[in-house]
């Protein structure tokens, strides 16, 4: 039974994987993402930054990245319900959009404060 559950479990991280893949695939601005977070990962390693520095900048990586991933999938979901123009959808993807500028503004202040 346990081992069933675990296998189970193990499983399910193949779709997220899948979610991860084609975020790298096709969407631009989550590999641009992914290059900030190399790039403070990298002057953080160079700089040695504090262990709570470090737990700043990964709390900061994880909501962009997921506000990224996030934002793509309500995007898919509004070309599915309506494939044509509609001011509505527009105005969904536009604060679905806002949000990652928000995080991501955010993230980089505070990343301006840690290596400043």
Known sequence: MKNVFL????????YALNGLRHLWK?????RIHIFAT???T???????????????IMI????????????SAIERICDLIS???NTQIKIIKDISAAAVLIVS???????VIIFC
Not at 26 to 30: G, H, T
Not at 42 to 56: D, S
Not at 60 to 71: D, P, S
């Open 7 to 14: 296998a189970e479990r193990l499983h399910s991280f193949k």
């Open 26 to 30: 096709k969407e631009i601005n989550f």
């Open 60 to 71: 900061c990586v994880g909501i962009v990245l997921g506000a990224e991933a996030f934002n």
């Open 105 to 111: 503004v955010m993230a980089a202040i505070i990343g």
């Open 42 to 56: 990298a002057l953080g390693w160079l700089i040695e930054i504090t262990r709570t520095k470090w737990l700043l």
């Open 83 to 85: 494939p044509k123009k």
């Open 38 to 40: 190399i790039t403070t």
